[in-house]
C-alpha cells in the first residue's frame, strides 16, 4: 500500500524540492525509479541547495549551446531512465516533439517490469513514440553495465544523445563512439558533466522548459549562425564557473552565519 502524500504547505520554502523528492519516492513504489535513484536526487538536491536552487548564467550559456547542438544534429536521441521519466514526463515529450529527438528508456538498474513502468509514465504524458522497450536491441562493446544494450534505432544510429541525470560510464563511451553528448548534472565534479561536451549545471525541472524554449527561439537560425553560436562554447569554462559560482557562494553564506 503507497504511503501517503505528506501535507506540504505551498508557503514553504522549499515546496517546489519537497514535491520533487516525494515525487521520486512514490516513483520507487511503483517501479520506475529504482532504490538507488533516491540516493541520487538526494545528492543533486545538496548541490543544487548550494546553487541557491536558481538557474544561474553557466545554465544558460550550456542551455543555449545544447539547443545549438540539437538544431544541428542529423540524429538527435533523448535517454530516458527512471528519475527523470518520474519528475519530468511532460517536459521530456515536449522537449522531443520541439526537437524531433525521439524518446528512448535506457536504465542501468533492470528490473522486471520497470521499463513497461516507465513506458506508461512517458504514454500518459503524451509520447506517441518511445524507443528502447520493442525488444530489438543493439550493444555499445565499450560498456559492461546493462546501460550497453541500446535501440538500433535510437542510441545506437545517434549522432548526438541528451542524457540528463547520466553515469559517467556510459557518457565516456558514447563519446569514444563519436556521438555528441549533452547532460544535464547538478554536479560539476562527477565524470559525466566532465565527459560531455555540453553540461548543464542545473536542476533538470529547471532546464527542459528552458532547453525546449530555447530550441523553438533558434529554429529560424541558419546552420552558420547555430555552428558560430556553438563552437564558441567552452565547456571547461562553464564546469570552473560554476565550480567558483559553488565556493563563493558557500564563503559568502559562511559569512553571514559567522558574522564576518
Given at each position: ?217 533558434y529554429k529560424n537560425k541558419t546552420k552558420e549562425e547555430l555552428k558560430s553560436i ?31
Amino acid at each position: 500500500m503507497s504511503a501517503k502524500m505528506p501535507n506540504i504547505p505551498k508557503d514553504h520554502p522549499r515546496y517546489k524540492a519537497m514535491m520533487i523528492r516525494e515525487n521520486i519516492i512514490k516513483g520507487c513504489e511503483t517501479k520506475v525509479v529504482a532504490p538507488a535513484g533516491l540516493i541520487a536526487q538526494g545528492r543533486g538536491e545538496a548541490f543544487d541547495y548550494i546553487i541557491g536552487e536558481k538557474t544561474e548564467k553557466f545554465s544558460l550559456d550550456a542551455i543555449e549551446a545544447a539547443a545549438c547542438a540539437f538544431l544541428l544534429a542529423e540524429y538527435p536521441v533523448i535517454s530516458v531512465n527512471g528519475n527523470v521519466a518520474q519528475i519530468a514526463a511532460e517536459d521530456l515529450v515536449k522537449l522531443s516533439e520541439e526537437s524531433g529527438a525521439p524518446l528512448e528508456i535506457n536504465l542501468f538498474y533492470r528490473a522486471p517490469g520497470r521499463e513497461e513502468a516507465i513506458l506508461k509514465v512517458l504514454k500518459e504524458a503524451g509520447a506517441k513514440t518511445v524507443l528502447g522497450v520493442s525488444g530489438n536491441s543493439s550493444i555499445i562493446k565499450e560498456l559492461s553495465s546493462d546501460r550497453r544494450i541500446v535501440d538500433p534505432d535510437g542510441i545506437f544510429k545517434a549522432d548526438m544523445v541528451f542524457v540528463p541525470l547520466e553515469d559517467g560510464d556510459r557518457t565516456q563511451a558514447l563519446v569514444k563512439l563519436g556521438k555528441k553528448v549533452i547532460t544535464v548534472d547538478l554536479n560539476p565534479l562527477s565524470r559525466t558533466p566532465n565527459s560531455a561536451h555540453v553540461s548543464i549545471i542545473d536542476n533538470i525541472t529547471r532546464v527542459l522548459p528552458l532547453l525546449t524554449e530555447q530550441i523553438k527561439n533558434y529554429k529560424n537560425k541558419t546552420k552558420e549562425e547555430l555552428k558560430s553560436i556553438y563552437n564558441s562554447y567552452n565547456n571547461k569554462k562553464i564546469l570552473k564557473d560554476s565550480i567558483i559560482f559553488m565556493s563563493e557562494r558557500l564563503l559568502k553564506l559562511s559569512a553571514e552565519i559567522s558574522g564576518v
